[in-house]
């Protein structure tokens, strides 16, 4: 069971990983909680259509 939880911990904490360095989400630039909220959702969404794409190149050969 823990070493499940490990691999799937480790999974989580590169999407935080991604979004602090990548996706701007270190500090918020935005005042009030609804506006950081959409800034953390176009992030997530950002970070999953890079999923996708690595995803469909992957599995398409030339």
């Known amino acids: 069971g823990y070493r499940i939880s490990q691999r ?17 989400m270190r500090k918020s630039r935005f005042i009030g909680q609804a506006k950081t909220q959409m800034a953390a959702f176009i992030s997530g969404a950002a970070y999953n259509l890079l999923r996708i794409a690595k995803l469909s190149d992957s599995g398409v050969k030339a």
């Open 8 to 24: 799937k911990r480790k999974r989580v904490e590169e999407i935080f990983g991604w979004l602090k360095t990548v996706g701007g």
